[in-house]
């Protein structure tokens, strides 16, 4: 396993949402303790795809997946895997900030309680306090309400929520979309230091942010059969400078639609 | 035909110089407002009538120099008649069987409302919540019915001569299951305001169903829970009919639920419902109660409002 | 971050600890089910209750042998051997008064026949036993009944019967019926309805089309909440303070020359009923107003109708459905309530039916209630077959307001 350099992968893998075909015959390797942008117009699966990985999806009824997809040798969708233990090693983080209506450090400790945690919980949520660069901000005020917090300051508690069960592969759906650019920059910087220990997976609408934040990245569009699919993945910088696909340069130069 | 195009365009020409955009005053339009209006109103009036007309003669009972607000509120008897004016008598069987009647339907009604709002599939709800509302629409008289003829024997074979025939615990159990629908609709409401993202963020950090439920979506609907059981409360201490006819007939200062007592409720049901002359201390005593009663519940039905009305600011 | 790894339960731990949360989680999904069956069983026990008590052997007998009074077997008597018999065997008050109800020829050969059993050969029911019992025990029940009463009869009878229905009450409860506590609640509904329903579509439209958004809109809508939360009890008292005392001239009908009733009359408990359901109307008459699209008011403002004419011609009849079934429901409600006709003084014993709003009157729930808290079994049995009528009277109402509500339901 140790070496094996892929954190997570698809093989046509496809999610239907009851006879609609939302994305369809996704391969892509992501490669582990780097960050991978997913970008698209919108309504191309983005959502779906990544909300795919940690199995979100379940609690759509309509929603079934087909194809593969592979964490270290096992595939997330067969039979006998557990979807809570899949999420458990899966963090997400949401659009929207949406810590728990409890303190801030009981929006901590719970996943790591819930999760049979046995260590010191003060610590652990100083560390993942400090990893998501919130500590300074909130060590006065731990047993406040989480509600209290800026925008900004909940999407990181999120995160810091996150990190505390220490997942091997962290997904975000647009994490930054609903803050500021100042915000914006210190999630940014935030996810460069989270790299040295996790996966990041990221699905953004900001193609600044792509190509800043990025190590590889997916492009997705939907086929006329509004299917969204990825047309090309590739190292960052490949597909911001010398696409292969007309399309992404279309869309990363601003052209598209 | 050449003049009469000639006329129609005259004719449009003087219609546009003499239209008038001041301010008519319409008046079938004013009366129907004023009417709208007195109808709207209506209701602040059956709030000022019940007030004075409890207020009035509940002053009347005060007045009496026999009573006074310390044997109101201190003796443990209550027969006006003969002097004998302590509510605690009667206040006590509400208090037993509303108690009883919540530690039925608060679990039982909140257990329901979290089925129904996070596990039940739309199929079984469609099934589930009639059921609710079919229990929720059986006059209450029936309850009492159900109470003495078949709660009551059963409490009988269980307990024995410790159990008297009217009791407050057969006429507070059937209460409870009178109350639980209120308690799990309202209560469902609140689980459902609680908005997705909360569950999904609890889902992501691999939480079980049951772990999102208890510790994340219940606690978020708190207030709305509590909500509706203080609206529970409040319907169990104004209930009638299931204790008039299983909870016993006189008053009786206990809080055994095997014994026979009459509530606030059950007391005006029974002495309203035989030969009552006015002007007596028996009449004018009910309107005491009466008015102890509409209190009460009205204090439980803002508090209830209030915290409905805040818990919805939090997430609309 | 990597010191942690180790205090979080690993591999095999996990899964262990996991299968733990997920027994839990099992037992308490089941936990959370069976409050949902409960309150089924509990509504299953109810129904099952009534219907048992409504059925059942009953053992009676004669206190007066019908031979006494004619040679004819009893199930060969004809309309005219009854005349005769009840003619030669009443005393003339009874006979004059019961000529002065109805005559005694124009009646049915049924009728008579229950005079002579109610009046002559007097029935005395001396036990009766639940339909279950009935099914399951009868030989039992025949050996028992053998015993005590051995010169009793032995019937499977059901007390829910045609002549329930139209047979007025009674003081023995194997003759009585619902006829007059039916009309009566039928009144009590109807004026308490013509009451509320224009009333409450009125304020329902005055806050939803008029009212400005200010204190005393705040306070009224409040009120109406809190009106929609006061114990019936509480009604009742406001119905005897207000409709039967004060306003006695003109509930008892004195102002209008009928002299022989005070104010508990029908008028007076259909108000009271009528005040009750108020909050209820326009709650729900609001909801269907605020169901009604803004463009269908822009629209019908954009070519120049005035407020009311929009109301008129275009909310009101957009949201009648809604209006209509919330009535339904309010009537529902009126037809169980019980507290509030006990204190403004509903007849607990009435045998002429109501004719008109000053008179007295009796309602069905009045009646269940007084029949349920006697003590002899075969009152609980009419008391049974009372709910019966009163839940199929219910079951029909809250079916209509299902269909309307289907019927009419739009998709905006
Ligand atoms: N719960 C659902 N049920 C049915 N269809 C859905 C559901 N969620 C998404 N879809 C459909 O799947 C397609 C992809 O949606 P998705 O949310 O993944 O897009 P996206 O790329 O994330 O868009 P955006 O950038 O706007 O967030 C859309 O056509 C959408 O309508
Ligand atoms: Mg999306």
Same mark, same amino acid.
């Given at each position: 396993m140790e070496n094996n350099n892929y954190a997570i992968e698809t093989n046509d893998l496809s999610i239907h949402y009851g006879k609609f075909t939302a994305v369809k015959n996704v391969s892509m390797k992501v490669e582990r303790k780097k960050i991978t942008a997913i970008i698209g117009p919108s309504g191309c699966g983005k959502s779906t795809l990544l909300r795919a990985f940690n199995r979100m999806n379940d609690f759509v009824p309509s929603c079934h997946v087909t194809g593969e997809l592979m964490l270290q040798g096992q595939n997330l969708y067969s039979r006998d895997v557990d979807p809570v233990e899949v999420r458990r090693k899966i963090g997400m983080v949401f659009q929207k900030p949406n810590p728990f209506p409890k303190s801030i450090y009981e929006n901590i400790a719970w996943g790591a309680r819930i999760n049979g945690f046995k260590g010191k919980m003060d610590e652990l949520v100083e560390q993942s306090l400090r990893a998501a660069a919130l500590w300074d901000e909130v060590k006065d005020k731990l047993q406040q309400s989480a509600y209290a917090l800026s925008g900004g300051q909940q999407q990181r508690l999120c995160i810091a929520r996150t990190i505390a069960i220490q997942p091997e592969i962290i997904l975000m759906d647009e994490p930054a979309s609903a803050l500021d650019p100042i915000s914006t920059l210190r999630i940014e910087e935030l996810m460069q230091e989270l790299k040295q220990n996790y996966t990041i997976i990221i699905v953004t609408h900001n193609m600044q942010q792509a190509a800043r934040a990025s190590d590889y990245t997916a492009m997705m569009m939907i086929d006329d059969q509004r299917a969204g699919g990825v047309i090309e993945f590739d190292v960052t910088k490949t597909i911001f400078t010398r696409p292969k696909d007309k399309r992404t340069e279309d869309y990363v130069t601003g052209r598209f639609g | 035909m050449k003049e009469e195009a000639l006329d129609l365009k005259t004719a449009k020409a003087q219609s546009f110089r003499q239209i008038d955009l001041r301010k008519k005053t319409r008046l079938g339009e004013g009366t129907i407002q004023a009417l709208l209006f007195l109808t709207g109103i209506l209701s602040i009036f059956t709030t000022i009538a019940i007030v004075y007309e409890l207020g009035k003669e509940a002053m009347l009972f005060f007045a009496d120099p026999d009573v006074t607000l310390v044997k109101f509120f201190t003796m443990t008897r209550w027969q006006p008649g003969i !002097?004998?004016? !302590?509510i605690v008598a009667l206040v006590s069987a509400t208090l037993t069987t509303s108690a009883i009647a919540i530690s039925i339907a608060l679990p039982l009604g909140l257990a329901s409302a979290i089925y129904l709002s996070e596990y039940a599939s739309p199929k079984a709800r469609s099934v589930l919540k009639p059921i609710l509302e079919i229990l929720a629409g059986i006059p209450t008289v029936v309850y009492g019915y159900f109470a003495l003829l078949f709660v009551t024997p059963i409490l009988k074979s269980i307990f024995g001569d410790g159990i008297q025939v009217y009791n407050m615990l057969s006429a507070g159990l059937v209460m409870g299951i009178m109350i639980l629908p209120l308690i799990a609709s309202m209560s469902e409401d609140a689980l459902s305001a609680v908005p997705r993202a909360l569950r999904e963020g609890a889902y992501a950090m691999g939480a079980t169903k049951l772990e999102t439920s208890m510790q994340v979506v219940v606690p978020a609907a708190l207030s709305g829970i509590g909500a509706a059981v203080i609206v529970g409360i409040s319907r169990a201490v104004g209930e009638t009919m299931i204790v008039a006819v299983a909870a016993g007939a006189g008053p009786n200062f206990s809080f055994n639920p095997l014994d026979a007592a009459e509530t606030m409720t059950g007391h005006i049901a029974r002495i309203s419902g035989g030969d009552l002359s006015y002007n007596t201390i028996d009449y004018t005593s009910l309107f005491a109660i009466a008015l102890m009663l509409f209190l009460v519940t009205l204090v439980l039905n803002l508090i209830s409002q209030w915290v409905v009305n805040r818990f919805r600011e939090r997430y609309e | 971050m990597s010191t942690h790894t180790n205090t979080y339960p690993q591999g095999d731990a996990f899964n262990a600890s996991l299968k733990t949360r997920y027994r839990v989680a099992t037992i308490w999904q089941f936990a959370f089910l069976s409050a949902l069956l409960i309150a089924i069983l509990a509504l299953t026990a109810l129904l099952y209750n009534v219907v048992d008590g409504a059925f059942g052997y009953v053992a009676y007998d004669y206190k007066k042998d019908p031979a006494t009074f004619t040679p004819i077997p009893v199930n060969e008597l004809t309309k005219e051997d009854l005349l005769v018999i009840l003619k030669e065997n009443l005393s003339s008050g009874a006979y004059n008064k019961l000529e002065n109800e109805q005559k005694l020829e124009t009646r049915t050969q049924g009728e008579l026949y229950t005079l002579f059993l109610e009046r002559l050969v007097q029935i005395d029911t001396k036990a009766t036993w639940s339909m279950t019992d009935s099914l399951f025990r009868s030989a039992e029940i025949r050996a028992e009944a053998a015993e005590k009463y051995p010169d009793a009869q032995l019937e499977f009878r059901s007390w829910l019967t045609p002549q329930f229905l139209t047979t007025p009450m009674s003081s023995k409860a194997e003759f009585a019926g619902v006829r007059t506590a039916v009309l009566g609640s039928l009144w009590l509904v109807g004026i308490a309805i013509l009451f509320a329903l224009p009333v409450g579509v009125g304020a329902a439209i005055y806050l939803q089309e008029y009212a400005p958004k200010n204190w005393l809109t705040n306070i009224i809508q409040t009120n109406i909440n809190n009106l929609a939360g006061v114990p019936s009890i509480v009604y009742g008292m406001l119905g005897l303070a207000v409709f039967v005392r004060t306003m006695e001239a003109l509930t008892s009908g004195s102002a209008f020359g009928v002299t022989d009733s005070n104010g508990r009359t029908v008028l007076s408990a259909g108000l009271t009923m009528g005040i009750l359901v108020l909050p209820l109307i326009i709650i729900n008459a609001q909801e269907a107003i605020k169901a009604v699209p803004d463009s269908l008011r822009q629209a019908a403002f954009g070519v120049g109708a005035t407020r009311w004419q929009t109301v008129w011609y275009h909310v009101l009849p957009n949201a009648l459905p809604g209006i209509l079934t919330g009535s339904i429901l309010a009537i529902s409600r009126a037809l169980g309530e019980t507290a509030p006709l006990i204190v403004v003084g509903a007849s607990t014993f009435i045998s002429l039916d109501p004719n008109g709003p000053f008179s007295k009157f009796t309602a069905l729930p009045i009646q269940i209630y007084q029949w349920t808290t006697r003590p002899q079994s075969e009152f609980h049995a009419i008391a049974a077959s009372a709910i019966i009528v009163l839940l199929v009277l219910l079951l029909t109402l809250n079916a209509t307001a299902i269909l309307l509500r289907n019927r009419f339901q739009r998709k905006w």
């Open positions: - | !002097g004998e004016y !302590g | -």
